[in-house]
């Protein structure tokens, strides 16, 4: 059973930056990408960014370009999400995610994590 566990959110104020960690554990084979997926109130779960594991560019959403990165660390089966200049419209329910068939659509989501909170203030 994959386990997929976040940490690194929390409070900040607007421009300030955090670090979301998802440690994942229970996954013997390749996994095909890994992203973090986010949900606000009262709207739809949506993709932030993901990376293939087999390489090629990471997908950013428009509205994080150039503020947040992700990036893993193989070694450690961790992913990273830094996210600087953080503006009140990112406040939301952080997610990681894995899947062995694809990250753009969220029914090939194949795990998720519990989730970690991401509030920011204005």
């Known amino acids: 059973q994959v386990q997929l566990v976040e940490s690194g959110g929390g409070s900040v104020q607007a421009g300030g930056s955090l670090r979301l960690s998802c440690a994942a554990s229970?996954?013997?084979?390749?996994?095909?990408?890994m992203g973090w997926f986010r949900q606000a109130p009262g709207k739809e779960r949506e993709g932030v960014a993901y990376?293939?594991?087999?390489?090629?560019?990471?997908y950013y959403a428009d509205s994080v370009k150039g503020r947040f990165t992700i990036s893993q660390d193989n070694a450690k089966n961790t992913l990273y999400l830094q996210m600087n200049s953080l503006k009140a419209e990112d406040t939301a329910m952080y997610y990681c995610?894995?899947?062995?068939?694809?990250?753009?659509?969220?029914?090939?989501?194949?795990?998720w994590g519990q989730g970690t909170q991401v509030t920011v203030s204005s």
């Open positions: 995610a894995t899947s062995d068939k694809g990250c753009y659509y969220l029914d090939d989501i194949r795990y």
């Open positions: 990376l293939y594991t087999s390489g090629g560019s990471p």
């Open positions: 229970g996954y013997t084979y390749s996994r095909y990408c």
